[in-house]
């Protein structure tokens, strides 16, 4: 089993950065694939960013490519999503996920966090 908690979510004007963490507790963090995934109000859940157990490869949807950045430390056991330049259109609820391998389709995660609220005004 893993646990997984995300923080670093709030409120911030358009132009303006968060990172999001999330940190996990249980077995073998660093085995795991991580992903980032975003609901927005009436929107389906949609794929962020992801990366290998190693760093190795990472993904990114096109609309955040270039903005944001996923990064881990399994040293810490945290996975990151750094958010630059955000828009309004980034507002939504942040989730992290962890699955056997990397993957964009949110079925292919096996363990998630509860997701914490990104709002960007405008």
């Known amino acids: 089993q893993v646990q997984l908690v995300e923080s670093g979510g709030g409120l911030v004007q358009a132009g303006g950065s968060l990172r999001l963490s999330c940190t996990a507790s249980g077995r073998t963090f660093s085995s795991y694939a991580m992903g980032w995934f975003r609901q927005a109000p009436g929107k389906e859940r949609e794929f962020v960013a992801a990366i290998t157990w190693n760093g190795g490869r990472t993904a990114y949807a096109d609309s955040v490519k270039g903005r944001f950045t996923i990064s881990r430390d399994n040293a810490k056991n945290t996975v990151y999503l750094q958010m630059n330049s955000l828009k309004p259109e980034d507002t939504a609820v942040y989730y992290c996920?962890?699955?056997?391998?990397?993957?964009?389709?949110?079925?292919?995660?096996?363990?998630w966090g509860q997701g914490t609220q990104v709002t960007v005004s405008s």
């Open positions: 996920a962890a699955g056997w391998s990397i993957a964009v389709l949110s079925s292919e995660y096996k363990y």
